[in-house]
């Protein structure tokens, strides 16, 4: 069983950064794929990035590519997603996803520990 808790969430004006972070306890999530996703009012949970482990590339959304970050802490048990030049679109309640499984996926179904969530506003 692997807890995960989100922190690093709030309020920033567009093109402003945050840096959230997602610590784990209970178990390792070294060989775990680790992902962000993000769901805002009225809209499904959309996949944002995900990461296999500290040593192998990671994976974005399109929406965005070049601007977030996802990196992994085996030492601290964390995940982390460094966001920059955020829009008012970026605005969301984001969560933390882990799952045992070798591999990683952008479907929400196949994750099997999430985190509480944590507020991300922007804006304009």
């Known amino acids: 069983q692997v807890h995960l808790v989100e922190s690093g969430g709030g309020s920033v004006q567009a093109g402003g950064s945050l840096r959230l972070s997602c610590a784990a306890s209970?178990?390792?999530?070294?060989?775990?794929?680790m992902s962000w996703f993000r769901q805002a009012p009225g809209k499904e949970r959309e996949w944002v990035a995900y990461?296999?482990?500290?040593?192998?590339?990671?994976y974005y959304a399109r929406s965005v590519q070049g601007r977030f970050t996802i990196s992994k802490d085996d030492a601290n048990n964390s995940v982390a997603l460094e966001m920059s030049s955020l829009q008012p679109e970026d605005t969301a309640m984001y969560y933390c996803?882990?799952?045992?499984?070798?591999?990683?996926?952008?479907?929400?179904?196949?994750?099997?520990?999430w985190g509480q969530g944590t507020q991300v506003t922007v804006s304009a």
């Open positions: 996803a882990a799952d045992p499984s070798e591999g990683c996926s952008r479907q929400s179904s196949y994750y099997s520990f």
């Open positions: 209970g178990h390792s999530i070294k060989s775990h794929c």
């Open positions: 990461i296999s482990s500290a040593y192998t590339a990671p």
